[in-house]
């Protein structure tokens, strides 16, 4: 019983973190000089030096939250757990966290949470920088976090894939013009869509500089005599950054190593949903 009201509690408390969250976003004073820390949500991208967006991770978050006569929260996921706390907004972009994890869930083999903990803990500036939102200790960046809303317009459009590794025979033989993979990004829309070569699919991605994500995709279910859609479907999720090697190459690299590379190409979004 004591579990499910702790639960209850929970889903209210961030549910009223998001409709503040809201609230406070269309209220915000251009004139304050730590509005842009309210303008949005921000998704953690870098931590220590070292990128944050990795196959197989769950999106850490933060987000600011202002009350009256100066009083200010904050609440975020870890990837792991959810956690609240106060802010200290002092001085000339001082900030203090007070940070509390509110869930306690055992995460074995989480490696965003111990530093995000500490990076909230030790961080003593913030600053505003190209869109990101960055964090220092003592002078020198600590943790970076892109707006909700980060894209790179570079991206849009339908992509036909050109090269994949690991492949058994042949790229044209396994994949001829009329079945090859593709993939569409649409504006500002953090979820990509297209053709594995057999199913259409929909994949969810999480995007900074030049470091890329896609989440778990979702294809439909039907018949399929391509047995390579799934090593498409499976380098697609081991992505972890990318590269355009000219206007009309776009190429996926795991670790700096190239996956895959597809060519632009002039195709009616609907026809590559529908797998046609």
């Keep these: 019983m004591l579990s499910r009201i702790l639960t209850l509690v929970i889903i209210v408390f961030f549910s009223f973190a998001a ?3 809201k609230e406070i976003t269309l209220a915000n004073n251009t004139n304050d000089p730590n509005g842009p820390l309210f303008s949005s949500s921000w998704n953690l991208v870098e931590l220590y030096g070292s990128s944050t967006l990795q196959p197989g991770l ?4 933060l987000i600011f939250q202002r009350g009256d006569l100066g009083f200010y929260r904050m609440s975020g996921y870890t990837g792991c757990n959810y956690f609240g706390g106060r802010i200290n907004l002092v001085g000339d ?7 509390d994890l509110i869930t306690n ?4 083999g989480s490696t965003v949470e111990t530093p995000l903990m500490d990076a909230l803990i ?17 002078g020198k960046v600590i943790a970076r976090w892109n707006p909700s809303s980060t894209y790179n317009a570079n991206l849009d ?8 590794g690991g492949l058994s025979a ?8 009329s079945i090859c993979p593709r993939i569409v990004f649409s504006g500002k829309a953090t979820v990509a869509n297209g053709f594995s070569g057999c199913h259409a699919y929909v994949a969810p991605f999480l995007i900074n500089q030049h470091s890329i994500v896609f989440m778990e995709s979702t294809p439909c279910d039907t018949n399929c005599a391509v047995k390579e859609e799934n090593v498409f479907l499976q380098s697609l999720s081991s992505i972890n950054g990318y590269y355009f090697k000219d206007a009309q190459t ?3 690299v795991n670790n700096g190593q190239p996956v895959m590379a597809f060519n632009r190409r002039k195709l009616p979004v609907d026809s590559v949903s529908a797998g046609r």
């Excluded at 769950?58 to 978050?61: D, N, P, W």
């Excluded at 869930?105 to 074995?108: E, F, K, L, R």
């Excluded at 459009?157 to 994949?164: F, I, N, V």
């Excluded at 042949?170 to 013009?177: N, Y």
């Design 19 to 21: 409709f503040a969250q």
């Design 58 to 61: 769950k999106q850490a978050y």
């Design 93 to 99: 972009h001082s900030i203090v966290f007070h940070p």
């Design 105 to 108: 869930d055992n995460c074995a």
């Design 122 to 138: 030790n961080a003593d500036k913030w600053s505003e920088k190209n869109g990101q939102l960055l964090l220092h200790r003592k």
């Design 157 to 164: 459009g339908t992509w036909h894939l050109m090269y994949l």
């Design 170 to 177: 042949p790229f044209a033989e396994i994949f001829p013009d």
């Design 250 to 252: 776009l190429v996926f």
